[in-house]
């Protein structure tokens, strides 16, 4: 009861970020369940509570989605994450760190300058590219689609939407790896399953928050947040090699 206590409360808090800015669960839910559980399993907790929250984020925000976008993105998730197994297969996990931070800190000085996106397929499936090449090495696909929306300028309302259906459909290819793997087993489903209340209300609050915010705002915050994705990112790896 006291683990499941202490899940709940790192899921809330992470979830408080989702649902202010559609992204950051994994990045800030992982590294505090890992205080109290394996990483590997606050892994597996964070994949399965993004796959049961995404069923409900369909509906309730399909009017809001870009539905184009998230296609090709999905797409390109696809063929990019046994791209990024592979190269993990090849390089050291630390060394691949850093060139992720690199890459992520290459779309932040576009963000920062509002170089905006050309229309057209390609760099919707790009992203989605260089998302599943970042699952595969990192467990990470959301800087680039990230990147991607704000480079877009698209409105907050879709880019929060678009982003949150995107990670329960990476979710959900990450899926049937982890049951193959054996990783989820009877505790992990039902820690879970005790967080998802957590999940549910932390949303909430942060969808009230994001509904006070301006569209300078949001961007901002989502900006902050890929910026600490980076440094945190990189730095792990420089340790590594210190």
């Known amino acids: 009861m006291m683990l499941a206590l202490v899940i709940s409360a790192a899921v809330f808090g992470a ?3 989702r649902g202010l800015t559609g992204f950051g669960f994994a990045l800030a839910a992982v590294p505090a369940m890992s205080f109290v559980v394996s990483p590997a399993r606050a892994v597996c907790i964070a994949i399965v509570l993004q796959c049961l929250v995404g069923l409900r984020d369909v509906v309730t ?3 809001l989605l870009d539905r184009k976008a998230l296609g090709l993105l999905s797409i390109g998730a ?3 994450t046994p791209l990024g197994v592979l190269a993990l297969t ?3 996990a630390d060394a691949m760190r850093v060139v992720l931070a690199l890459v992520v800190g290459a779309g932040l000085i576009a963000l920062i300058a509002r170089v905006e996106l050309a229309p057209g397929r390609g760099p919707a499936l790009g992203a ?3 998302s599943g090449l970042f699952s595969g090495l990192a467990a990470m696909p959301g800087p680039p689609a990230i990147a991607y929306f704000l480079g877009r300028a698209a409105p907050a309302v879709t880019t929060r939407a678009s982003l949150m259906v995107f ?3 990476t979710s959900l290819m990450a899926l049937p790896g982890l049951i193959l793997a054996d990783r989820l087993d009877t505790d992990t489903t039902l ?3 005790s967080a998802f209340p957590a999940l549910l209300l932390g949303t909430w609050v942060g969808g009230r928050a994001f509904a006070r915010m301006g569209e300078g705002t ?3 915050a989502a900006i902050a947040l890929l910026a600490l994705t980076a440094v945190a990112t990189g730095l792990k790896g420089v340790a590594a090699f210190i």
């Open 167 to 169: 990670f329960f459909l």
């Open 128 to 130: 989605g590219v260089l």
């Open 78 to 80: 696809l063929l990019g």
């Open 61 to 63: 925000m399909r009017a």
């Open 15 to 17: 979830a408080v970020l």
């Open 218 to 220: 949001y961007r901002t």
């Open 191 to 193: 820690l879970a399953a």
């Open 90 to 92: 090849q390089l050291s």
